[in-house]
């Protein structure tokens, strides 16, 4: 194992998600599991490069990935869990902000902590995600991310989000491996 457990895939516009079809979502979602087998990860979140949805277009979304992959939706979540205990999650919001207003507008204020609102950003992963695999442009990081930057590693591909493969996403863990992670630390 390489310390790894789990893997954000950011891909994809507000506008390609909502013309993504069941049958799309059904072979995005076998794709990023086959990559995920073997090398002991946990969970893969995936969430949109960039754009915003209308609480309808969401909804739509939404009900469109849990047809394909038997999974359950939570506001903006739809999260499927395999046989072998491996976990699926797609989280429908493309702006990281609105995604910290959101989980932020669901705890109580006694509650607002570092720890809770880490635990509620990467819900149902238990943890930050180890790698950050990015579908676009190298210069640029996506607006979907925010609180996940700070000890993640990024890898972007070069591959059309549509066209995502389990291939993609195993090159990311190995260019993953022969890193030395310095966990939001700088060189001096």
């Not at 910290?100 to 570092?114: C, G, K």
């Amino acid at each position: 194992m390489h310390g790894l457990v789990h893997v954000l895939v950011c891909g994809g516009t507000s506008v390609q998600w909502l013309d993504t079809t069941t049958q799309e979502w059904c072979r995005i979602a076998g794709e990023l599991s086959s990559a995920a087998r073997g090398v002991g990860m946990r969970w893969i979140t995936i969430c949109p490069y960039v754009g915003w949805f209308t609480e309808m277009e969401r909804e739509q979304v939404c009900k469109r990935i849990a047809k394909a992959t038997g999974g359950s939706i939570d506001r903006s979540t739809v999260t499927h869990l395999d046989n072998d205990g491996f976990t699926i999650s797609f989280n429908v919001c493309a702006d990281g902000q609105q995604r910290f207003v959101d989980v932020a507008d669901s705890l109580p204020d006694s509650l607002i902590t570092e720890d809770t609102l880490s635990t509620a950003m990467h819900s149902p992963a238990l943890f930050d995600p180890d790698l950050i695999v990015v579908h676009g442009p190298a210069n640029k990081v996506p607006q979907s991310l925010m609180w996940e930057l700070g000890y993640s590693e990024l890898v972007f591909v070069d591959t059309p989000w549509r066209r995502l493969q389990s291939s993609d996403v195993q090159q990311a863990i190995s260019d993953f491996t022969t890193r030395e992670r310095r966990f939001g630390g700088i060189d001096v």
